[in-house]
């Protein structure tokens, strides 16, 4: 049985959440980012918890469950009422909660959403010829 300093050492090297990439930009609403776990894998996980929070620490959306974690999880880009984040920079945490050690959180990873700005609405053009009422004929 290790000591209690070597599992939180042991965790210190492994313990992250990594984003598939820097930035999530939507230009549509069906993006979603994937966030890869690395997590020990000697060590005994009662649960575990992915954070996604603000730049003011405030948590936007989380997820987690029982025992050890997945390999990865997938961030909708919305926060926990499913509305969708604003554009900024947002930081990945993973908490896991182990037997005979303290919970440990995971120094961030920083994620990018970029959302387009609104603009005006172009009409929507039919083919040539069917623009105007009547068909321009």
Known sequence: RRAAGARAASRDRKAEVVPERA???FDSPYRT???AIRAP????IRG???IVASPDGSVVW???GPGAPPASVTWPGTSVSGEPVASGTYVCRLL???SGA???LSPGSSVRVVRPRAGPVAPARGPAGFDEP???R
Do not use: H, K, M, Q
């Not at 894998?41 to 005994?44: L, N, S, T, Y």
């Open 23 to 25: 930035d999530l930009v």
């Open 33 to 35: 980012l994937v966030l």
């Open 41 to 44: 894998v000697d060590e005994v």
């Open 48 to 50: 575990w918890t992915v």
């Open 62 to 64: 989380e997820t987690s």
């Open 96 to 98: 896991l909660r182990g």
């Open 102 to 104: 303290p919970d440990y």
């Open 134 to 136: 009547g068909g321009g």
